[in-house]
């Protein structure tokens, strides 16, 4: 897993030792010797990991830790605090400010490269989310608020069948969590597929089943693969902790639990994943209003136009056939003259579930701008669009559409066009436009193919998929 990882340490033979023990994993090492250039080179080199150590001149690793977790720019940036302090309450404090992990020197190796492939993982799946919402944010439609400091009130669900299990429950409730306690592999799954927590606390040794393959379930679960896991280790389980890092755990501490770590480290992982709630949300929001229609739900021009043009590259190279069914609403300036445009939103509303019904899931339904609606059929040809077009066109008028106490009925003129290989969305829909306009000088309500036959085909037509 190539990354970037910065070392900061005031002490130039600690840099090198760390430095060279990384670069056999073949990471990309870069170094700062205090506080200040550590603040600076993540600014500049944005690396995907910060080893920092504490006890350095001016500013120790504590404060830079609390800097860099405190700049939306730097937050998602993972830290592990490296240091000699041995103490517990040192690792604890260097967890409350915002550190992701605590190694104490002389750093194991193994510890060191566990805990960096672990969080390398999940900085990965944080920059993928964080980059479509910059996309978002650079569209105007996404808050420039990213930062997570509120964590009580989430969810945890503590699959543990050891003595210490209730105190464990003890000890996040009076925090402020809500605790769910499952004892057995068999309940834990249940609870953790079916139902909606923040984070899964699992004992790595139970005596009702695997908590590996629980593990491996629970990540693979859609109801539960994005939630992180915190395993309880025994100090000797390298093998098993190793494994479980391997099937997508988040993190791990060991036996006797220190109530001041579980607390840090439960609260580290919670805000890591409200964190990623936030972008995922800020993202799906964002392409709501970049890329959706705000009246129908369907998507806008703007998006049609990408999807068009990227099917039709495809064509060129696949030979797949790409049709274009345009419909436009028959009459429907009178709709909004004799009963208002309510009425005229209503029936632009109950359009779109006539056409999701009329063609497949995977068509893509659009709103090309005013009444007119398009459907691009991926795979289809010209032949079979005239027939879905036709099915689309007698369904819509079978269906009576309401506005308040008003029932209309709505009839729709379509064209129909076949995309041709090296062909631009522009000039596809130009086609599918003309035959639409074709059919609403025969008559409406009736569908016109652009192929080259100057009669529209009959409105009764009975030939449909």
């Known amino acids: ?24 994993e073949y990471y990309e090492i870069i170094t700062a010797e205090n506080g200040a250039e550590a603040l600076e080179r993540a600014k500049a080199e944005q690396p995907d990991l910060i080893l920092l150590d504490i006890m350095m001149p001016e500013m120790d690793g504590f404060e830079v830790c609390q800097r860099l977790k405190a700049d939306p720019a730097l937050t998602h940036i993972p830290v592990v ?25 002389p750093v194991d190796d193994w510890a060191l490269r566990s805990r960096i492939r672990s969080l390398l993982r999940l ?51 009076a925090q402020g969590y809500e605790v769910q306690l499952a004892e057995d592999v068999a309940a834990g799954l249940e609870l953790g597929t079916k139902r909606s927590f923040d984070l899964v606390l699992v004992r790595l040794r139970l005596s009702s089943g695997d908590p590996l393959r629980l593990c491996a379930q629970l990540r693979t679960s859609d109801g539960s693969r994005s939630v992180p896991i915190l395993v309880i280790a025994d100090a ?9 890092i391997e099937i997508g755990i988040n993190d791990y501490f060991t036996s006797p639990v220190d109530p001041s770590e579980l607390i840090a480290r439960v609260r580290t992982q919670v805000r890591r994943k409200k964190y990623n709630d936030k972008l995922k949300a800020d993202y799906e929001h964002g392409l709501v209003a970049a890329l959706k229609d705000g009246l129908t739900g369907v998507y806008n021009r703007r998006y049609l136009d990408t999807h068009l043009d990227s099917q039709l590259k495809d064509q060129a190279s696949s030979g797949r056939e790409i049709t274009v069914v345009m419909l436009d609403i ?39 701008g005013g009444e007119e609606f398009v459907v691009v059929l991926s795979g289809d040809g010209l032949d079979v669009g005239q027939k879905v077009a036709e099915r689309l066109r007698g369904a819509v008028a079978s269906t009576p559409f ?19 290989p090296g062909e631009h969305a522009t000039d596809l829909l130009s086609r599918a436009d003309a035959a639409l306009y074709r059919a609403k000088e025969a008559g409406r309500n009736r569908v016109v193919a652009d192929d080259g036959q100057a009669e529209p085909l009959a409105a009764t037509s009975s030939s449909v998929l």
Do not use: W
């Open 330 to 368: 028959d009459h429907f300036k009178q709709i909004n003259d004799t009963h208002g445009h309510m009425a005229g939103d209503d029936v632009l509303r109950g359009l779109v579930p006539v056409v999701r019904e009329s063609v497949r899931d995977f068509d893509t339904v659009a709103r090309y």
């Open 402 to 420: 309401v506005s308040g106490d008003t029932s209309l009925e709505v009839t729709v003129s379509i064209g129909v066009a076949a995309g041709r």
């Open 81 to 105: 605090m490296v240091t000699a302090l041995s103490e517990q309450s040192d690792k604890i404090r260097g967890l409350e400010v915002g550190a992701d992990d605590f190694l104490t020197k």
């Open 123 to 173: 900085k990965m799946a944080s920059d993928e989310l964080l980059r479509r919402r910059q996309t978002g944010a650079q569209l105007g439609v996404v808050d420039d608020s990213l930062l997570v400091r509120e964590v009580t009130g989430a969810r945890v669900l503590v699959i543990d069948d050891s003595p210490s299990k209730g105190k464990i429950r003890d000890t996040l409730e």
């Open 236 to 244: 000797e389980d390298r093998e098993r902790i190793e494994k479980a």
């Open 1 to 24: 897993m190539p990354a970037r990882i910065l070392v900061v340490d005031d002490v130039e033979v600690n840099r090198r030792l760390l430095e060279a023990k990384l670069s056999v």
